[in-house]
């Protein structure tokens, strides 16, 4: 499902097969490690070629590393049965502005320090300062809320009818205290992501579709990923340089050690109850906005088709388990997945 995109003079018309054509090296400017093309591995001092150069047998490092240099790569597997070592690092990079098609990193490590300054720094919101707050990056919060809404600045909303968006950055905030990690935490596996597809624009191997990979190998669990773009693109709710182009599908399968402890846990789900349960746990689709938004802002979106959830993002990354994540809502973790967050579905902080 594609944002209607309905404040922004660009027609959005999905591509052909005709390629994205970027500007690197020209008014973008290549990411840092655009121009390496092998890394040393840490303790062993290997050296390894980076993607596009494959390998026909998996790289024996964790995925995802960094190197001495500070390079963070992940190992993805091909369409065509092989490795491949794919730089991702999360910086701040060249523009990343589809009006002068340029395509750099952008502000990957940017926190709105000036609106939240306990999310600059702790990583996580203080819910007094959110209680106060009236503006984010000089927009109204009110305005914020109604451009969110579907329909308004987007056909499928930042935010449901029934949310605002102080509610909705609380609901989240709440959700990943919980899980005992930071939003920068979050935003890290979902920034790699889209800087693997950064990197196959930069080689010119990006169509309409991206399918470059059948998976991405990530804390010992594979992850299918897929995107498409856009000749348009969507406009930011807070009056930032962030804009969105891609549609992107991230999934990985619960084994069936998890689906047995859900059941075990949640006996009086329904079917129907329980495949929503397993979706929402094992698969989200998103777009390239939702990294930025969530590491300046705290924002995974509402309820909606673009919703990025923390509890799904934690299970998926293997920055939790299904045990770990049950043991932080215990017997209310299917609540906490379908659950819009209104001001009067939260309890007071």
């Known amino acids: 499902m594609s944002r209607k995109r309905c404040r922004i003079a ?73 490795y491949a070592l794919v730089p991702v690092t999360v910086e701040n990079g060249e523009p990343l502005n589809y009006r002068q098609n340029q395509w750099g990193k952008g502000r990957q490590l940017d926190v709105d320090a000036r609106d939240f300054p306990a999310l600059a720094g702790t990583g996580l919101h203080s819910e007094i300062e959110l209680n106060q707050t009236k503006t984010i990056t000089g927009r109204s919060i009110v305005q914020i809320t109604e451009l969110g809404r579907p329909g308004r600045s987007s056909g499928a909303g930042f935010i449901s009818d029934d949310e605002d968006i102080i509610s909705v950055l609380k609901g989240d905030n709440r959700l990943v205290g919980e899980l005992g990690l930071t939003h920068r935490q979050m935003a890290r596996p979902l920034f790699h992501v889209w800087n693997m597809i950064l990197r196959d624009i930069e080689l010119g191997r990006l169509a309409r579709f991206w399918n470059s990979f059948e998976h991405v190998i990530y804390n010992g669990k594979n992850i299918l990923l897929k995107a498409e773009g856009s000749k348009g693109w ?40 329980m495949a929503e349960f397993v979706k ?33 993002i934690a299970l998926i990354f293997g920055l939790r388990t299904l045990e770990q ?11 906490s997945l379908i659950m819009h967050f209104t001001r009067q579905s939260l309890p007071q902080s």
Not at 11 to 24: D, E, K, N, Y
Not at 47 to 53: D, E, F, G, S, T
Not at 280 to 307: C, D, Q, W
Request: no cysteine.
């Open 10 to 82: 660009v027609v959005s018309v999905l591509l052909s097969t005709s390629l994205i054509v970027p500007a690197f090296g020209r008014k973008g400017g290549s990411p840092p490690e655009a121009q390496q093309e092998s890394i040393r591995i840490p303790g062993s001092g290997e050296v390894l070629k980076l993607y596009p150069h494959v390998h026909a047998e998996r790289p024996e490092v964790a995925s995802p590393f960094t190197t001495e240099d500070g390079v963070e790569v992940v190992v993805a597997f091909t369409k065509n049965k092989e």
């Open 280 to 312: 929402k746990l094992s698969n989200f689709h998103t777009g390239e906005m939702v990294p930025y938004y969530i590491m300046r802002y705290g924002l995974y979106e509402g309820h909606t088709a673009y919703r990025a959830d923390p509890v799904a």
């Open 234 to 273: 969507q406009e930011s709710l807070f009056d930032d340089e962030i804009l969105g182009k891609f549609q992107i599908e991230v999934s990985s399968e619960l084994d069936r050690g998890e689906k047995a402890f859900l059941r075990e846990k949640y006996p009086d789900l329904a079917e129907e109850q």
């Open 325 to 335: 994540i049950e043991a932080a809502f215990p017997g209310t973790l299917y609540n």
